[in-house]
């Protein structure tokens, strides 16, 4: 199971593209409310999440995903169960990816350590010990993926797509979106 932790202020494109394009490849994905069921973002969207913080089952945990948008970071931090979710992910040897101003997260809990890093052009003096990777959309260093902002929303997503299920479905799942 993929849970996608939406905290009012979450940049949509880094949220709902990851959803997509993780369910065209079969992945089961549920959107994760922090701040309840309807989550607005940080243009006024409001999405229906699937279940609620509250109802998350770290059990089925295969990947966690951290949108961006500065104030879905700020939900995800000030959450307990949230930033517990996290630690776990890390700690269980799951995937974790974060996006935009999400691996920034990462690095405060010392999770991208000595690792390749990417995060929104401005954030990296928050990325603590993290080996920043210049001009990459999306980086991939074991069991952590960053990206870099909502126009690397799409390389995210196949790269997640990749992790759970190989090169030849995100490739596939490339050429069904018409990637040029």
């Known amino acids: 199971m993929v849970y996608v932790l939406l905290g009012t202020g979450f940049e949509e494109v880094e949220a709902i593209t990851p959803v997509d394009l993780l369910r ?3 992945v089961d994905v549920l959107t ?3 701040d309840g069921k309807t989550v ?6 409001g999405i229906a999440a699937d279940i609620t913080i509250e109802e998350m089952d770290l059990s089925e945990l ?3 995903v951290l949108p961006g948008g500065l104030g879905g970071v700020a939900s995800i931090r000030g959450n307990k169960k949230a930033m ?4 776990f992910a890390y700690e269980n040897q799951k995937f974790i990816a ?6 920034t997260i990462l690095a405060e809990l010392q999770i991208t350590d000595g690792k390749k890093a990417v995060c929104y052009p401005g954030c990296e003096e928050q990325m603590g010990a993290a080996r920043i990777v210049d001009d990459a959309p999306c980086v991939r260093d074991g069991r952590v ?5 909502a126009g690397c929303a799409v390389p995210f997503a196949l790269a997640l797509v990749d992790a759970l299920k190989g090169q030849r479905a995100a490739d596939c799942i ?7």
């Not at 517990?84 to 630690?87: H, L, N, T």
Request: glycine residues 10%; aromatic residues 2%.
């Open 40 to 45: 607005y973002g940080s243009h006024r969207i």
């Open 24 to 26: 065209r490849a079969g």
């Open 174 to 180: 490339a050429r069904q979106i018409v990637i040029r």
């Open 84 to 87: 517990d979710a996290v630690r």
């Open 145 to 149: 993926i960053t990206a870099a902002s």
């Open 32 to 34: 994760v409310g922090i």
């Open 62 to 64: 295969d990947m966690l």
């Open 98 to 103: 974060a996006i935009c101003a999400g691996p």
